[in-house]
């Protein structure tokens, strides 16, 4: 049972436009929400989180949005640029779990020139 | 240390031998844990250390598979008798405390092939 689904395998993106990367949940019980970015034989790397006492996130480039009611959470880039390129990785925890994150399959970005 | 470092990069074994998986987490983080990422998957946790102690070794896929760590710092997982189905990219992370909220840092990988 997938509890963190990303949907879309991959996005392309021309540089300097807004990339949107999408998440959904299915357990009630999550209340953090990360997103980590990962280039090739590389370990994930965090980007920005937020938790669920809030719906919007910004670190720069970076906003994450998170709609609880229907359990989505968005990631959005503005302005792209080509070093964006990478796989970007959803990730859940609940409270209680010891940061125990729930990763969602990757949606791998690229930004074009 | 600056980041978590993990060894080997890369290991290629027969199946049904034996495997040790090492990570180093950064100085002082007291929480240490263990993903593993098959082709296509997502990240899929396995164990996580507090200190020394496990308090939840709920992903471990079966009683092959085992950890343990040493002195608050340092990890070892180890894959007994591998299947080529354990074949993945082995992730270690640490965070200063194990709590909701906490960051999580990750290393490079061990790519484990299991012929």
């Known amino acids: 049972d997938q509890q963190v689904k990303q949907n879309s395998p991959s996005l392309s993106v021309q540089e300097g436009r807004i990339s949107i990367l999408n998440c959904d949940y299915t357990?009630?019980?999550?209340?953090?929400f990360l997103w980590y970015k990962k280039y090739p034989a590389e370990g994930p790397t965090f980007l920005i989180s937020i938790s669920s006492i809030k719906d919007k996130n910004e670190d720069g480039r970076f906003t994450v949005f998170l709609n609880k009611s229907a359990k989505h959470l968005s990631l959005h880039i503005v302005p792209s640029q080509p070093g964006d390129s990478a796989v970007y990785f959803c990730a859940a925890s609940a409270f209680g779990t010891a940061s125990k994150l729930t990763f969602g399959t990757g949606t791998r970005l690229q930004v074009t020139l | 240390g600056a980041g978590v470092s993990q060894s080997p990069s890369n290991k290629v074994t027969e199946k049904g031998k034996d495997v040790e998986l090492r990570c180093d987490p950064i100085s002082g983080h007291t929480a240490l844990y263990w993903y593993r990422q098959s082709l296509g998957q997502g990240l899929e946790f396995l164990i996580y250390?507090?200190?020394?102690?496990?308090?939840?070794k709920s992903g471990l896929p079966s009683d092959r598979f085992s950890a343990e760590r040493t002195g608050g710092s340092v990890s070892t997982l180890t894959i007994q008798r591998t299947q080529q189905e354990d074949s993945a990219v082995y992730l270690c992370?640490?965070?200063?405390?194990?709590?909701?909220?906490?960051?999580?840092?990750f290393g490079p990988g061990t790519r484990l092939l299991v012929l």
């Open positions: 992370a640490s965070s200063s405390i194990a709590g909701a909220g906490e960051t999580q840092y």
């Open positions: 357990n009630s019980m999550f209340d953090y």
């Open positions: 250390f507090q200190g020394n102690s496990a308090p939840d």
